[in-house]
């Protein structure tokens, strides 16, 4: 009796064990995975206020020379982009207007990024006017006392009326005072503008003024900034970008000024500050960092400005003083931050924020521009890039799987050992090393494939969530867009009914096909386990269904061509090791038989 209760007691335990196991596992998986949707579904940064909220949220200026910059009312975008005192702007990849009023760039659209999917949307807004819901614009001035300077209000003079690639305008203001004010603003190829903001002293006696740049934008209409993704405030100093401040930090713990506003300043050599969404970004670039200085301020409600300044200098009569920086406004496209990061900008292309999953993230993207290049579509390309990790990964597979073979073959001796010293587990222990050192056998070699894939599945996830050039790209019938979740949604019968299932339960056609090729592989898998194992490895496939449904259907579509390389893979392995596939069988059926001895 006591013989029979200690086996009893031992196969509970060990079931117990097993089923701790398992269940950690699931729930590190689904942890792991679903922890980002959830995050940023049902816990969203605050920068998600409704746009309506802009009214009355413009009220206290920035600094002394941008006063006033009092906007009580929200202001409607095509009637201020309707104005006369505009310079319009008609580059290769950017559009839109400078304003003479306050010379703000306040009007930059993206000619080749539309607001939407949607074959009628137009281009994206990124840059808006003072007082607008999209509230977004730089301004170059000066800070002095004594005499009068340029500020908010004040009208500029053009000596042009379109600012191109090839034709730079100049904005001149002169204060009646002997002092006249200049911007010499010029735009390459992509996004980057060039503002030579000078001062020319016509009066008798010298002037000390500071040369600024800011940048100032409302936080309601910012992407939401999560553990993953970083989105708000951004800054390259002393040679590395800081990705630790948040719009809210800045209300927080900024330094609080005799105007009210809160001042956070960036100690260090500025290569170049400015806010970050997911896929676009303004900043602003000193020519010369030497004596530059970078801020970030608030003041008001949900308003922001990234700051540059210069030391004060003198500037005598007669004589003239000029500061040149450079105006990031555009898409994050990763080839063209590296060009620009190429030309001097330090760590220009750490701006898309790759992560700890750099290192593979990077040249992951760059074999998917490549084979976007010879197929034409990114979803062949994934499909492709798949196929490539599953061959270098294919060596790997074939160890795990004469591991498994050999774990199998010394099955009987395993359990004679565990017999032997089932009362002596450090001896056990020391056995069992030993009969794998005899064996040669790696009893952890059957889980590096899985350790591998870890790293793989989240650098395509950044890729797939940061990458622009992936933003709206489609695949072929539903899918017009792989960086969004499948939008076949079944609650929904595929659209037909006028709602949107929330989050998980908007199960898709490819989260159906991911949970289905996931228990197909569980069902070749011959592997011995006892009837919970059985159980719980039969639910996972359909529980990672409703975890992975929010996410990109490129992504998904990875998951699902790489589920498919595995099966015809385990249909290859199995076949070349055919004792494996029957021993494990002939397992199974023991076990099952001895399961329902257990139940009778």
Same mark, same amino acid.
């Given at each position: 009796?006591?013989?029979?209760?200690?086996?009893?007691?031992?196969?509970?335990?060990?079931?117990?064990?097993?089923?701790?196991?398992?269940?950690?596992?699931?729930?590190?998986?689904?942890?792991?995975?679903?922890?980002?949707?959830?995050?940023?579904?049902?816990?969203?940064?605050?920068?998600?206020?409704?746009?309506?909220?802009?009214?009355?949220?413009?009220?206290?200026?920035?600094?002394?020379?941008?006063?006033?910059?009092?906007?009580?009312?929200?202001?409607?975008?095509?009637?201020?982009?309707?104005?006369?005192?505009?310079?319009?702007?008609?580059?290769?990849?950017?559009?839109?207007?400078?304003?003479?009023?306050?010379?703000?760039?306040?009007?930059?659209?993206?000619?080749?990024?539309?607001?939407?999917?949607?074959?009628?949307?137009?281009?994206?807004?990124?840059?808006?006017?003072?007082?607008?819901?999209?509230?977004?614009?730089?301004?170059?001035?000066?800070?002095?006392?004594?005499?009068?300077?340029?500020?908010?209000?004040?009208?500029?003079?053009?000596?042009?009326?379109?600012?191109?690639?090839?034709?730079?305008?100049?904005?001149?203001?002169?204060?009646?005072?002997? %002092?006249?004010?200049?911007?010499?603003?010029?735009?390459?190829?992509?996004?980057?503008?060039?503002?030579?903001?000078?001062?020319?002293?016509?009066?008798?006696?010298?002037?000390?003024?500071?040369?600024?740049?800011?940048?100032?934008?409302?936080?309601?209409?910012?992407?939401?900034?999560?553990?993953?993704?970083?989105?708000?405030?951004?800054?390259?100093?002393?040679?590395?970008?800081?990705?630790?401040?948040?719009?809210?930090?800045?209300?927080?713990?900024?330094?609080?000024?005799?105007?009210?506003?809160?001042?956070?300043?960036?100690?260090?050599?500025?290569?170049?500050?400015?806010?970050?969404?997911?896929?676009?970004?303004?900043?602003?670039?000193?020519?010369?960092?030497?004596?530059?200085?970078?801020?970030?301020?608030?003041?008001?409600?949900?308003?922001?400005?990234?700051?540059?300044?210069?030391?004060?200098?003198?500037?005598?009569?007669? %004589?003239?003083?000029?500061?040149?920086?450079?105006?990031?406004?555009?898409?994050?496209?990763?080839?063209?931050?590296?060009?620009?990061?190429?030309?001097?900008?330090?760590?220009?292309?750490?701006?898309?924020?790759?992560?700890?999953?750099?290192?593979?993230?990077?040249?992951?993207?760059?074999?998917?521009?490549?084979?976007?290049?010879?197929?034409?579509?990114?979803?062949?390309?994934?499909?492709?890039?798949?196929?490539?990790?599953?061959?270098?990964?294919?060596?790997?597979?074939?160890?795990?799987?004469?591991?498994?073979?050999?774990?199998?073959?010394?099955?009987?001796?395993?359990?004679?050992?565990?017999?032997?010293?089932?009362?002596?587990?450090?001896?056990?222990?020391?056995?069992?090393?030993?009969?794998?050192?005899?064996?040669?056998?790696?009893?952890?070699?059957?889980?590096?494939?899985?350790?591998? %894939?870890?790293?793989?599945?989240?650098?395509?996830?950044?890729?797939?969530?940061?990458?622009?050039?992936?933003?709206?790209?489609?695949?072929?019938?539903?899918?017009?867009?792989?960086?969004?979740?499948?939008?076949?949604?079944?609650?929904?019968?595929?659209?037909?009914?006028?709602?949107?299932?929330?989050?998980?339960?908007?199960?898709?056609?490819?989260?159906?096909?991911?949970?289905?090729?996931?228990?197909?592989?569980?069902?070749?898998?011959?592997?011995?386990?006892?009837?919970?194992?059985?159980?719980?490895?039969?639910?996972?496939?359909?529980?990672?269904?409703?975890?992975?449904?929010?996410?990109?259907?490129?992504?998904?579509?990875?998951?699902?061509?790489?589920?498919?390389?595995?099966?015809?893979?385990?249909?290859?392995?199995?076949?070349?090791?055919?004792?494996?596939?029957?021993?494990?069988?002939?397992?199974?059926?023991?076990?099952?038989?001895?399961?329902?001895?257990?139940?009778?």
């Amino acid at each position: 009796m006591t013989g029979a209760g200690d086996e009893l007691t031992g196969r509970e335990r060990t079931l117990d064990n097993q089923r701790n196991l398992i269940l950690a596992v699931v729930l590190s998986l689904a942890l792991i995975v679903g922890w980002d949707f959830v995050m940023s579904r049902f816990f969203p940064e605050p920068a998600e206020t409704p746009a309506e909220a802009v009214a009355g949220a413009h009220g206290t200026p920035l600094t002394s020379s941008d006063a006033p910059l009092e906007v009580d009312v929200e202001l409607d975008l095509a009637a201020e982009l309707a104005s006369d005192q505009r310079v319009r702007i008609d580059a290769p990849e950017l559009e839109g207007s400078i304003n003479l009023v306050g010379a703000r760039i306040d009007d930059i659209e993206l000619k080749k990024h539309r607001e939407s999917v949607e074959a009628d949307s137009g281009p994206v807004q990124f840059m808006a006017p003072l007082g607008t819901p999209l509230q977004h614009f730089a301004r170059f001035g000066w800070e002095g006392s004594g005499i009068a300077l340029p500020a908010g209000d004040s009208v500029w003079t053009a000596d042009g009326e379109v600012l191109t690639q090839d034709n730079p305008v100049t904005l001149s203001w002169d204060n009646g005072e002997g %002092q006249v004010f200049t911007q010499t603003i010029s735009i390459d190829e992509h996004y980057m503008l060039t503002i030579e903001h000078g001062v020319t002293n016509n009066a008798e006696g010298s002037i000390a003024l500071r040369p600024y740049g800011l940048i100032n934008r409302t936080a309601l209409t910012a992407d939401p900034s999560n553990f993953n993704v970083h989105s708000g405030p951004i800054a390259a100093i002393d040679d590395a970008v800081d990705f630790d401040w948040d719009y809210e930090d800045i209300n927080d713990d900024g330094q609080l000024t005799e105007n009210g506003s809160r001042v956070v300043s960036m100690p260090g050599t500025v290569g170049w500050i400015g806010f970050t969404d997911i896929y676009w970004m303004s900043a602003l670039i000193p020519t010369d960092a030497n004596g530059a200085s970078a801020s970030f301020v608030t003041a008001g409600t949900d308003r922001y400005a990234a700051r540059l300044a210069y030391e004060a200098s003198t500037v005598a009569s007669g %004589q003239s003083l000029s500061h040149t920086t450079r105006l990031f406004a555009g898409a994050k496209e990763s080839a063209v931050m590296d060009q620009y990061e190429q030309a001097g900008i330090p760590k220009f292309g750490l701006a898309i924020d790759w992560g700890w999953f750099r290192w593979i993230a990077w040249p992951m993207w760059q074999v998917l521009i490549f084979l976007f290049g010879l197929v034409g579509n990114f979803g062949l390309a994934i499909i492709g890039l798949t196929v490539i990790i599953r061959l270098l990964m294919f060596p790997i597979a074939q160890k795990q799987f004469a591991s498994m073979a050999q774990m199998r073959a010394v099955q009987p001796k395993m359990k004679a050992l565990q017999e032997r010293y089932k009362d002596d587990k450090p001896q056990l222990q020391q056995e069992m090393a030993k009969l794998y050192k005899e064996e040669k056998i790696n009893p952890l070699a059957g889980c590096l494939p899985i350790f591998l %894939q870890i790293p793989i599945f989240f650098a395509l996830y950044k890729v797939l969530r940061l990458a622009i050039e992936m933003r709206h790209e489609p695949f072929y019938g539903w899918l017009h867009d792989l960086s969004a979740p499948d939008p076949a949604k079944i609650l929904n019968l595929f659209g037909l009914l006028p709602f949107d299932p929330p989050g998980f339960l908007g199960i898709g056609i490819l989260a159906v096909l991911l949970g289905f090729t996931m228990w197909l592989q569980f069902k070749l898998n011959p592997a011995a386990m006892d009837p919970m194992q059985q159980q719980i490895f039969m639910i996972m496939p359909w529980v990672l269904m409703f975890v992975m449904a929010p996410f990109a259907a490129g992504l998904l579509l990875y998951w699902i061509t790489s589920n498919i390389l595995t099966l015809a893979q385990q249909k290859y392995l199995y076949s070349k090791h055919p004792q494996l596939k029957a021993q494990a069988e002939k397992e199974a059926a023991e076990k099952a038989r001895a399961a329902q001895a257990d139940k009778g």
